[in-house]
T-cell receptor
Framework: ETGVTQSPTHLIKTRGQQVTLRCSSQ?????VSWYQQALGQGPQFIFQ???????GRGNFPPRFSGLQFPNYSSELNVNALELDDSALYLC?????????????FGPGTRLTVT | AQTVTQSQPEMSVQEAETVTLSCTYD???????LFWYKQPPSRQMILVIR??????QNATENRFSVNFQKAAKSFSLKISDSQLGDAAMYFC????????????????FGQGTTLQVKP
């Protein structure tokens, strides 16, 4: 098991609602990346946060947003939920600027949009 | 843009036997890393093995080894002496080694291969 935790484990929301997912990074890590994994697919990069700022973004609309806090934990917010947002959301923490920046994944949050 | 392709949606192997999972990738970069990740059902994704593109020697981690063919852009994973605990979805992933503005070190994943291990 890695030291990365995510909450909640599962979540059911209705189309049009908003959701916040949380991630606590591994001790000593300063960077959090978020990925969306649709059922039976590989994870897709959403964005990354480093030093409390967005450090890069994948091909996701602006209704996907995030935050990083001084303790390096992070939130992923999704507004105006759509059915296609149903997926496993993974966060991965890493240490930017030293070593190879290997990413360590959390267990994920399973989001179901009905 | 870089892409990663895993052409085997499902594979099966008999316990104690050897299995090879395939992965091809496309990139114009010369500096990059390749990874194999394991995702057991309802459990965290963990790194199995990594390969730096500048290293000619194939990486090995216990029962896991890779066959890295840089010119062919191929990166296969061999699992020897398969165990029941090896059953999982396996993902091949690429990460750029280029440093600079906007480089997040994001991972680009293939579609995954589900490995079944038969007792």
């Amino acid at each position: 098991e890695t030291g990365v935790t995510q909450s909640p484990t599962h979540l059911i929301k209705t189309r049009g609602q908003q959701v916040t997912l949380r991630c606590s990074s591994q001790s000593g890590h300063n960077t959090v990346s978020w990925y969306q994994q649709a059922l039976g697919q590989g994870p897709q990069f959403i964005f990354q946060y480093y030093r409390e700022e967005e450090n890069g973004r994948g091909n996701f609309p602006p209704r996907f947003s995030g935050l990083q806090f001084p303790n390096y934990s992070s939130e992923l917010n999704v507004n105006a939920l759509e059915l296609d947002d149903s997926a496993l959301y993974l966060c991965a923490s890493s240490l930017m600027g030293q070593g190879d920046g290997e990413q360590y994944f959390g267990p994920g949050t399973r989001l179901t949009v009905t | 843009a870089q892409t990663v392709t895993q052409s085997q949606p499902e594979m099966s192997v008999q316990e104690a036997e050897t299995v090879t999972l395939s992965c091809t990738y496309d990139t114009s970069e010369s500096d990059y890393y390749l990874f194999w990740y394991k995702q057991p059902p309802s459990r965290q994704m963990i790194l199995v093995i990594r390969q730096e593109a500048y290293k000619q020697q194939n990486a090995t981690e216990n029962r896991f080894s890779v066959n890295f063919q840089k010119a062919a852009k191929s990166f296969s994973l061999k699992i020897s002496d398969s165990q029941l605990g090896d059953a999982a979805m396996y993902f091949c992933a690429y990460r750029s080694g280029v440093h600079g503005s906007g480089n997040t070190g994001k991972l680009i994943f293939g579609q995954g291969t589900t490995l079944q291990v038969k007792p």
